[in-house]
Every structure is written in C-alpha cells, then in structure tokens.
C-alpha cells in the first residue's frame, strides 16, 4: 500500500477509522469544514474543505494520492466518496447507485416500492403549500423532515393539519434542496438493520432495538443489541436488508436501515444509510458479537481481504449522553468517568467535550456529547452493567450567559436527557 488512508469526516462518529487506521500504521487525512472536530487528534494529516466537494477535497490534496478513501456514519460525503475513488483509482469504488437513495427520502420510498418493500403514505415537495395539500390526504399523525436530511435535524411530528405549515417550515430551514417529506407515523417497535455485504452476499446482518429521548422527536437515545425478536422474524427482516441492499445496488460494504416493526403485519423500513451506521453502532455490535465492521471498511478500501462474522452472542446496550439543559451551556465539569470506565460490564465510555466546550441541547443527534456502551450475558446484566457506569458519571453544564438565566444543572448521566 502507498498513500494515506483518506477519511471523509473527523467528528466524534468518525473516532473508530482513525483508531483502526493507527492500528495498523496507515497513515490517515482528515477532511471535514470544521477545524474542531474531535477525531482531529487521532488524524495525520488535515484538510479543511467540505467534504461534500470533492474537486475541493483534490485541490487540498495537491500531489497526495490516498491509497483509499473511507467515510462513516454520515451521509454528507457520499457522493464525493463515489467521485474522489474514481478520480483516484482506489481499489473499492463507493457504489453511485446508493447515493440518491440513501440521501433523499423520496427517491428511497420509490426504490423500496420497486424492490417490493411494503411502503406507507408520504408526500414531498420543496413548495410549502402544495406539500400541505398533499400531506391531508395521508393519516395523521405524520413526521415532517429535510427530504435530504439525517441525523434527526429538522424532524417534528405533527397530529394536526395546523401544525403542518411550522412543521414544514422548521423542516425546510434543514433542507439543502428544499424539499420537504411528509410520512404517515408507523406505530410500533423501532429498530435498525445492520449489515455488511461481501461478493453480493451478506458476512452478518444484526438487528438493533432504539428507544428515543423523552420529549424529542426521533433523537435516539439508547441502543441495544440484539434486539428480542423471534427467528422467523429477524430472518424476515435479513432478508428484506439483502433485497434492498441488491436493489441499491450494493455488493460489497456496509448498509444501516431505519424500520419500524408495527404489532401486526409487515415491518416498515424508513430509509437507507448505504454505509456504517451512527451513534455507536459499531461499538455495539462489537461488544455484542465481536463483529468488527470499522476494520472491515478500512480493509474494503484498502483492497484488503475482510470477513466481518460474528464470533459471540452476548447482549450489549449503548447509551447516548447529552447536555442537560434545554438552552445552549458551557460543560463545566465531567467528573465519574474513569470510576464508570471501572464497572464490570462496561466496553466503552467515551465524552466528546471537555470542560469549557459549549454544549447544544440534547434535540439532534449530532449534538451528543458521549456514550456508555456495557456488555452481560443476558439483556438484565447489561442493564445493570449500565445503571451502574450511569451513576459514576456526573456532568455539570450552566447555561451560557446569552441564555436565559437559571442555577446550574449537575446529575447523573441517566437523566441528562
């Protein structure tokens, strides 16, 4: 191998390729707009241009010619990870039949419905008016977001035609292109699929369960894996993944789907992210079966053999930690980390701010600010593992003083959201 490893991305969900890339003694480059994210310290090298733009990412590079390119747990830099392996010659080219689906909602309901996929009612437009004429005819409750959006920004759900203007609004301000989807809510238990193709052929297909933050709309707020699911269903939804998965067009690399199984009937999938899925999923299903999907993707990029196959079944659960406070704040103090680093169970515990960070309210998923990931021998013994990895950690955030004046918040991590 000759050249860097080129990573598209250095926030906290990139953390794990430059771990894997250092692990192995690949150099690596950084490309993200922002010069403080926190994967940064883990990077060899920095560009700081938009990696939605990859004639900008190759003028930053110079003469440097990335041995691979890589991206993860974002959908911002798909279609420049398609068109920098391209321009590079690499030995894995990011499939461009998945980037339009896994980046606009829309164009993901009408592929699903071509595969066969049982759908639901939904509507998209980038006019407000004609998406809320459109939007009454579907059955409410529905969930308004960014046709193009992720990570939770811009969602609302609404039970009420006159709630639809604000809701399309917010959603709109989110919205790269403008257009707005409007879907009919799916009741039922919300979980994802995770899988990891090799030749056309899936190495694993693992289901997760979520369950969201109080009050939010659709921010995830614990994880665990494996979800409790009979076998005939869980086959049902591997197979499901793998017709989606050759729909996309997607032979060898990873996809996350969002779906929803509802008490009766078939299993609803959301949408597609046609690469590794975010908040801690691949420290989960590391911990849970010893699956390690990061360094497959580094040695899919690179060229390299990989076989990401289960080696345990064990349960595992991640939980998300967020700011407290519901207006912006300054973390004070982090203490408990190292105490909850020490109780038996626990496989990760990780902060991404420091003490003097500014902190967002905990509303989307970009805003976490660290997670706790604990492994047991039953779904009880995880939970235990993580109530106890909760009490140790204490957070202390005030509110900053542009905010509207209130005492200091400090407690466990458990009920920070």
Not at 106 to 124: D, Q, S, T
Not at 291 to 298: F, K
Not at 335 to 364: I, K, N, S, W, Y
Not at 382 to 387: F, G, I, P, W
């Amino acid at each position: 191998m000759t050249g860097p490893l080129l990573v598209l991305g250095a926030a906290e969900e990139q953390i794990p390729l430059y771990r894997e890339a250092r692990r192995r003694g690949v150099p690596t480059i950084a490309v993200d707009q922002r010069a403080d994210r926190p994967a940064l310290r883990y990077a060899d090298g920095f560009r700081q241009v938009s990696t939605h733009d990859a004639g900008a990412v190759a003028a930053a590079l110079g003469d440097v010619r990335p041995a691979g390119v890589v991206a993860a747990a974002s959908d911002a830099g798909l279609r420049a990870w398609h068109e920098l392996c391209l321009r590079y010659g690499t030995p894995y080219v990011y499939p461009a039949s998945a980037i339009v689906p896994s980046t606009d909602k829309a164009a993901f309901h009408e592929l699903a419905r071509r595969a066969g996929v049982a759908g639901y009612g939904w509507a998209c437009s980038a006019d407000p008016a004609e998406l809320a004429a459109r939007a009454a005819a579907l059955r409410l409750p529905l969930v308004v977001k960014p046709a193009d959006g992720s990570g939770s920004k811009g969602v609302r759900r609404v039970a009420s035609l006159a709630a639809l203007p604000d809701a399309i609004a917010y959603a709109q301000s989110f919205a790269r292109d403008g257009r707005v989807i409007a879907e009919e809510v799916v009741a039922g238990r919300q979980l994802v699929v995770e899988t990891f193709l090799r030749g056309g052929v899936p190495c694993f297909t693992a289901v997760l369960e979520k369950d969201f933050a109080p009050g939010g709309d659709f921010v995830v707020r614990r994880l665990r894996c494996p979800a409790e699911l009979d076998a005939a269903t869980a086959d049902r939804l591997a197979a499901t993944a793998a017709r989606l998965c050759a729909a996309l067009g997607i032979v060898d690399g990873p996809a996350d789907f969002d779906v929803v199984l509802p008490p009766a009937g078939p299993e609803a999938v959301i949408e597609v992210n046609a690469r590794l899925g975010g908040n801690g999923i691949s420290r989960l299903l590391r911990s849970a079966l010893g699956v390690d999907n990061v360094a497959a993707l580094v040695s899919l990029a690179l060229g390299e053999d990989f076989a990401p196959a289960p080696t345990r079944a064990r349960h595992a659960l991640l939980e998300l930690v967020g700011s407290p406070l519901a207006v912006e704040g300054e973390l004070v103090d982090a203490a408990g980390l190292a105490a909850a680093r020490r109780v038996p169970g626990v496989t990760d515990a990780e902060l991404f701010a420091a003490p003097g960070d500014r902190v967002r309210p905990f509303d989307q998923s970009g805003h976490k600010i660290g997670h706790v990931a604990t492994v047991g021998d039953s779904p009880a013994a995880a939970e235990r593992a993580l109530d106890g990895a909760l009490r140790e950690l204490r957070l202390t955030v005030r509110p900053l003083p542009a905010a509207p004046a209130g005492p200091v918040l400090e407690g466990d991590a458990h009920v920070l959201n």
